[in-house]
């Protein structure tokens, strides 16, 4: 485990915001907790000299680049070009000192770069070794990217380091092997390792690829044009450049009698984290949010408390955000309350505080897409405008410009404020992919 001292470890805070005011006989309790972690100065950095560290800063990092090679990324020849470049770009962001692999995928998974079951450690002399040796990538044979997974996690563990980080690209289904088997390769890694995941073109499915990021807390997208590729890459490699804190945990806890109904990441993108949940001492609980750098993050804690008298108060719980240390132990980083007073007052115990409004109607907008998309899908189109229309109204309430735009790529806008909508007759491929793999992506409360 890493050694968190104050010289090169972001400072967390958590900020709790709710309505802590029920009526008589309520019980549950809704906050929007805000992490926020500060002064790692790793992100500009990353950006501005990748191959660069502060004094006396040691790399503690590991990253596996898994790029699909099945036959189906010959079509086009673009594509397979297309991912060497991507590769090439993000190699080139690796910092010096960290430890890298490139894995090459298809129905089984094989080291293109170092080999021998070892990682490479980043230097001028290791990137150009693994950028001559992504030159010899050739597309052939199929897709089952539960080994390339398996392969990366067994690379990465060789590091002695703290932040483990993969990327993977694909560009068709996940069919040489089975869906048990893809989802036994990520219990397996989860926690082990975080992961973002792409797909280029139009011909993968959504729900794999968003489900391979969901379970290793990483972000998912398409790159509909092979030629976007290099910059997407170098932007996710920054990105995992920038952790510095691995492995944190929100951990809840709550006194006798209280519950956690529900936590869910609400920011950047929805996430669901309550069956993640893992005990963690008498009526406490961890919830894995993955590796952190400067940035911000909001969740929705949903308590479920006893009955009270009027008047009374009580403390519903206390969030915390820990990381785990050698010997066992767990580091408090940062805590928060979240409260609950029974009071009278009918105009203080109705108000829904403007946090918790604008994500539960954020949660709602995730939902009513997929479900509309589904619907389309099945040739339910009653149900999909009705669907799509309340996605519409939702966005635009909410002040979602990118959702609203993606929508109206798959509906005409009648009337944005009621909801009014009408399919379009045709609709491209990739913008139906691209509103459902962004659909969980959230903007924040308007200020």
């Known amino acids: 485990m890493a050694n968190f001292s104050k010289s090169n470890v972001p400072q967390f805070s958590v900020d709790v915001y709710q309505n802590e005011y029920l009526p008589e006989g309520g019980r549950e309790v809704n906050a929007i907790a805000t992490v926020t972690s500060t002064g790692g100065g790793t992100v500009g950095a990353a950006v501005s000299a990748p191959h660069l560290y502060s004094a006396g800063q040691t790399p503690d990092a590991a990253v596996a680049i898994m790029v699909d090679c099945s036959g189906s990324m010959d ?25 890298f692999a490139v894995i090459g995928g298809t129905h089984v998974a094989k080291e293109v770069y170092p080999g021998d079951g070892r990682l490479a450690v980043a230097d001028s002399r290791t990137r150009d070794q693994a950028k ?40 068709g289904r996940n069919e040489h092997e089975s869906p048990e088997d893809l989802q036994a390769s990520l219990d397996a890694c989860a926690g082990r390792f975080t992961c973002d995941a792409r797909g280029v073109g139009t011909d993968w499915e959504v729900k794999e690829v968003t489900g391979i990021a969901s379970a290793l807390l990483g972000t998912a997208d398409i790159v509909a044009d092979p030629s976007g590729l290099s910059a997407d ?12 804190v691995a492995d944190v945990s929100l951990r809840l806890w709550t006194p006798l009698g209280a519950e956690i109904k529900f936590v869910k990441q609400v920011a950047p ?18 919830y894995p949010t993955g590796s952190w750098g400067d940035e911000s993050r909001d969740y929705h804690i949903c308590v ?5 008298e009027l ?6 719980a206390r969030v915390s955000l820990i990381v785990p240390q050698p010997d066992g132990s767990a580091q ?19 108000s829904i505080n403007p946090q918790v409004a604008h994500y539960t109607g954020q949660a709602e907008l995730a939902q009513v897409i ?16 009705a669907k799509l229309g309340r996605a519409v109204q939702l966005a635009s309430a909410s002040g979602n410009e990118d959702t609203a735009k993606l929508l109206s790529k798959v509906v005409d806008v009648v009337d944005a404020v009621a909801g009014t909508v009408r399919l379009k007759a045709r609709v491209a491929e990739a913008d139906e992919m691209t509103l459902e793999t962004r659909s969980t992506k959230t903007v924040r409360v308007k200020k």
Do not use: C
């Open 233 to 244: 890459f170098t932007q996710m490699m920054e990105a995992a450049m920038g952790k510095e």
């Open 311 to 316: 008047g009374q108060e009580m403390l519903a």
């Open 269 to 286: 993108t929805v996430e669901e984290l309550t069956e993640r949940r893992t005990e963690a001492g008498p009526r406490a609980g961890d």
């Open 75 to 99: 079509y086009p020849p673009t594509k397979m070009r297309g991912a060497r470049d991507a590769t090439a770009a993000a190699i080139d962001a690796v910092r010096d000192g960290v430890h």
């Open 132 to 171: 001559q040796a992504l030159r010899k990538l050739s597309a052939g044979g199929g897709t089952a990217i539960g080994t390339w997974l398996r392969l990366a996690d067994r690379l990465l563990s060789s590091a002695d380091v703290s932040i483990r980080h993969g990327i993977v690209l694909t560009d």
């Open 304 to 308: 479920e408390v006893p009955n009270a």
């Open 370 to 385: 997929q479900q509309g998309l589904d619907a389309r899908k099945s040739g339910d189109m009653d149900g999909a405008t």
């Open 332 to 350: 408090t980083l940062s805590q928060g309350l979240v409260r609950a007073v029974w009071t009278d007052d009918m105009s203080a115990s109705t």
